[in-house]
């Protein structure tokens, strides 16, 4: 099995924003605790999805997407899904936050909708479920915690032989994994503590029309949680599925 200092993770973005998709693979770094150099990003809008990429990696992670929805249907999406159904049929690790919890959702057969009544901006409580509580991963979180989000899109359907982990006190399916294999996707952004989701949040701020009064903005900004225990998700799920399998 690889050691944490040598694993070799592959990160799949779909940004068009150059700072930002440097920030995302910088998060995704803090989070899982490894070196820059452990990183390879491929972009899905300009480079080629070959599967054999992913010979070269020991685990998957699928950020987000503020420019695009998880509904779509862009010239590299079926691209896109195809490559993450690869990845399961490999048994690959694999985890997705916030649009990429989304369209591995969608590529294993959930459904995913846009929901603006039902969006989540800002930071928010979570709630185990019974699975959630007695699953390897999550099972050592408290029962109720804190998680920093940004969305409209959502699951409404899992994927079958999909299991519910997380749910909101306004939905469910926040986070949840594929039966018994290492994917697991979370609507929150676990790669994003409060500082990272304010840099976030400056640039897709006019994704969000609830976001464009000044003192909303502002009292939103103060509101996110600095740390929660979702800071050290990413990192669980490397020890448990990669490194520990």
Same mark, same amino acid.
């Given at each position: ?21 440097? /920030?995302? @693979? ?25 599967? *054999?990429?992913?010979?070269? %990696?020991? $685990? ?9 929805? %998880? ?7 079926? %691209? ?13 690790? $694999? ?6 919890? /989304? ?12 929901? #603006? ?22 099972? *050592? ?26 749910? #909101?006190?306004? @939905?469910? *399916? ?28 400056? $640039?897709?701020?006019? *994704? ?10 502002? %009292?939103? /900004? ?7 225990? $979702? ?15």
């Amino acid at each position: 099995m690889p050691e944490l200092a040598n694993l070799r993770i592959l990160l799949i973005q779909a940004r068009n924003t150059e700072d930002i998709r440097t /920030q995302e @693979q910088e998060c995704f770094r803090e989070h899982c605790r490894v070196r820059a150099d452990q990183i390879v990003a491929v972009k899905v809008q300009s480079d080629p999805l070959d599967a *054999n990429m992913l010979n070269h %990696a020991d $685990v998957v992670m699928i950020g987000g997407a503020g420019e695009y929805s %998880a509904t779509g249907s862009y010239p590299w999406m079926q %691209a896109t899904l195809d490559l993450i159904r690869r990845m399961a049929d490999r048994g690959i690790p $694999v985890f997705g936050s916030c649009w990429g919890h /989304q369209v591995i959702a969608r590529a294993l057969g959930g459904r995913v909708i846009h929901d #603006s009544d039902l969006a989540e901006i800002g930071c928010g409580p979570m709630m185990l479920t019974e699975a959630g509580k007695k699953d390897p991963v999550f099972g *050592n979180f408290p029962e109720r915690f804190l998680a920093n989000m940004g969305h409209h899109d959502r699951v409404s359907e899992l994927p079958p032989g999909a299991v519910e982990l997380v749910v #909101s006190e306004t @939905q469910g *399916n926040q986070a949840f994994r594929m039966g018994d294999a290492p994917i697991y996707g979370t609507q929150f952004h676990s790669e994003l503590d409060a500082r990272r989701m304010r840099e976030r949040f400056r $640039v897709y701020r006019k *994704n969000y029309p609830e976001l464009a009064d000044e003192e909303t903005f502002q %009292a939103l /900004q103060e509101t996110l949680a600095e740390t929660t225990e $979702v800071d050290h998700l990413l990192h669980d799920f490397l020890l448990e599925t990669v490194i520990g399998k």
